[in-house]
């Protein structure tokens, strides 16, 4: 409970810093570990006419997400909707790694309705079971009914590290009767229904204590429930216009012999991820790293959910490479057994060997390459523990081409309501490097407005004593981007020509330029505020709110190839069959092709100086137009193809 307060306290000293120095949260008005995902493979809805389709569920039934660091959307398993956010980011303190988070945004991660206003509410997130038989047991031994002491149980918190729902906003519990019988006038009709079982209101003003788990039971007494289709639903009701009103779920527990005064779940887990191995970032180039940059223990979360209960618990993790062959182990063979106190009396798992356990493995420079992968197996033993799925954790380590302090999720936006305002994220090379462009994460939906009415220009800093100093590059005026494709994917903003910087500490970042804010993704769970400036009054200030800004450099080797195209081995390409103009362009770029036979055959395909494809066109007319609005300032290719062979190639900049 200390550690809670202190965790409220610090949130609230957040706000009041926050207001006063400048620099702003806001709610996500998208998720972009949604917004860009197909759900294709999630659970959906399916109707009450397809259930006799559908594998039931049986009892005991029990769910806490533990599946979260792997996906985003709840399982199969136990569920029929994918509309909440299953994710290990949002709560405080949850009862096990992964919660179901309810908000204003669909499955999609797009509001559901953008134009809402924060005085209305509406129907938003639906969480719904699969048909559970509550009819009789799997072995036919006997028929449930009410005397077994049916219930269901969960665990719930209001805001979390989200926005806190109001007075017209709620989270309700619904039960499903399957043959459910109204009278309309003289006539008896059965049909199924939904009916409120129990539900909770948001608080305008709520106290210090609204961040912690509280539990909701119900007890399942109407003999109309004990049915084969039997189901259960969880709904809220939100502004809908993006991810706020938060609610989080866990703990979901349906059984017989339950009861309203069951406090306590023997069960030990994981409440977080554990912290990364790298003593300053989440990520870094695979050519940057070295002995020094791995940090010499990790830092776990291991909780005690049994009530007054000790609990004798071993600790253990092993490293693996790529393909999974084990490098290093320790606490193997019950070797790092120790107490663990109840969370509710002692928070997380202070003991040392569990909470900050040793590093004894070092991954040396020579084995790293591009897109070097990292797994580490975590892994608690304790005996009994009811649900042993949620007693591993595999936690991925991977090096690529960029810096990154955040972990991938964001939970707020982070602004500046100035024009001209600045930031700058500190970054130290190792070893001389080439800055080619900025991985950025703008919430793209922003009251009402598309990011795209915006602009900001990319900057870099000299040290300047522990704070941005001189001015080393100023590039052109990029429009923010907005993707739909490719899930997780941060929009990349090529600078107009790559910028060599020798080893040392460098601020690189960003200036708005135009008067309509930037709202930047910013992860609450990890924080770097201590490498984040911003300038909005002349003068550098190092942030005062606890996090980690989205802004994600990218980098390669000083004397590493930027080609753009990497073409196939076809014949010698034609000379000065396709023209691009302008050139430089801003908007719009125009392709002219000429002396080709046959159209139907030709298409043309759009480029990063990197080789990423990001348009193609089929010929239809001499001349292709190309809105250019999606792209960043850069350099770029343009390539015409017949059955797929490069046949020509231009480059050509966009430049604002």
């Known amino acids: ?3 809670i307060c202190k965790i409220v306290f610090v949130l609230m000293l957040c706000v009041s810093l926050d207001a006063s120095a400048q620099e702003y949260l806001k709610p996500l008005g998208g998720n972009i570990n949604l917004i860009y995902r197909n759900p294709q493979n999630s659970p959906d809805q399916n109707s009450q006419q397809e259930k006799i389709l559908v594998k039931n569920d049986t009892l005991p039934f029990f769910e806490d997400f533990y599946y979260a660091p792997n996906s985003c959307y709840p399982t199969v398993k136990h569920w029929l909707d994918s509309s909440v956010y299953v994710n290990t980011g949002f709560a405080i303190a949850p009862p096990s790694i992964g919660v179901a988070t309810f908000d204003g945004l669909d499955k999609r991660g797009y509001p559901y309705n953008i134009a809402a206003t924060t005085i209305t509410s509406g129907m938003a997130d639906a969480l719904t079971s699969r048909p559970i038989n509550l009819y009789s047991n799997p072995k036919k031994t006997y028929f449930y009914s009410p005397a077994d002491s049916l219930g269901i149980s969960f665990l719930y918190q209001a805001r979390g590290f ?22 309309s006038g003289t006539n008896v009709i059965v049909t ?3 009916n409120k079982a129990w539900g909770i209101r948001g608080n305008n003003s709520p106290p ?3 961040t ?24 809220n009701r939100a502004t809908g216009a993006g991810s706020v009103d938060h609610w989080h779920l866990d703990y979901i527990d349906l059984k017989i012999n339950h009861y309203k005064t069951d406090t306590s779940y023997n069960d030990l887990t994981f409440g977080y991820m554990p912290r990364n191995i790298l003593k300053k970032y989440t990520a870094m180039p695979y050519y940057q790293y070295n002995a020094s940059e791995m940090d010499t223990s990790f830092t776990n979360f291991v909780r005690n959910n049994n009530v007054g209960v000790v609990k004798n618990t071993n600790y253990e993790y092993i490293i693996y490479n790529s393909v999974m062959a084990p490098l290093s182990s320790y606490g193997t063979g019950n070797g790092n057994t120790s107490n663990v106190n109840p969370f509710c009396t002692r928070g997380w798992d202070s003991v040392m060997t569990h909470r900050n356990p040793p590093l004894n493995y070092t991954l040396t420079v020579s084995p790293l390459t591009k897109d070097t992968i990292f797994y580490i197996k975590h892994i608690v033993n304790t005996t009994p523990d009811v649900w042993k799925y949620n007693d591993t954790i595999l936690q991925k380590i991977e090096f690529s081409n960029y810096y990154a302090y955040d972990d991938g999720s964001a939970e707020s936006a982070y602004y500046h309501a100035t024009t001209g305002a600045k930031d700058a994220i500190k970054y130290t090379l190792n070893v001389a490097d080439t800055l080619r462009a900025l991985d950025i994460f703008f919430d793209p939906i922003t009251d009402g407005n598309f990011i795209k009415n915006s602009t900001f220009r990319i900057y870099v800093w000299a040290d300047g004593g522990n704070q941005p100093g001189t001015v080393l590059l100023k590039d052109s005026a990029v ?5 739909n494709f490719g899930y997780n994917q941060i929009p990349r903003y090529f600078l107009t020509s790559p910028m060599v910087l020798s080893p040392g500490t460098y601020y690189i970042g960003m200036q708005q330029v135009s008067n309509q804010p930037l709202y930047v993704g910013f992860d609450r769970n990890l924080n770097h505020m201590t490498k984040l400036y911003y300038d909005v009054f002349g003068f550098w200030q190092q942030s ?3 996090g980690s800004l989205m802004i994600h450099p990218v980098m390669g080797e000083k004397n590493r190839a930027l080609v753009g195209i990497n073409e196939p081995i076809v014949k010698k390409q034609k000379e000065g069959i396709i ?24 298409k043309i395909e759009l480029y990063s100086i990197v080789g990423d494809k990001l348009f193609e066109v089929k010929v239809e007319n001499t001349t292709t137009e190309v809105n250019l609005n999606e792209y960043a300032s850069g350099i770029y290719f343009v390539a015409l193809k017949q059955n797929n062979n490069t046949i020509s190639t231009q480059k050509f900049i966009i430049s604002r």
Do not use: C
């Open 1 to 3: 409970m200390k550690l």
């Open 162 to 183: 989200g926005e806190n729902p109001s007075a017209n906003d709620s989270l309700v519990l619904e039960f499903f009767k399957p043959l459910q019988t109204t009278i």
């Open 192 to 194: 199924g229904g939904w």
């Open 208 to 210: 210090a204590n609204d």
């Open 212 to 235: 912690v788990f509280k539990k909701g039971f119900v007890r399942i007494k109407d003999t109309a429930y004990f049915h084969t289709y039997f189901q259960f639903r969880f709904r």
């Open 479 to 483: 429009k923010p981007v907005y993707l």
């Open 544 to 546: 005062a709110i606890p």
């Open 579 to 602: 023209k691009v103009y302008p050139n430089p362009a801003s908007d719009q770029l125009f392709i002219s092709a000429s002396s080709l036979n046959n159209s139907d055959n030709y």
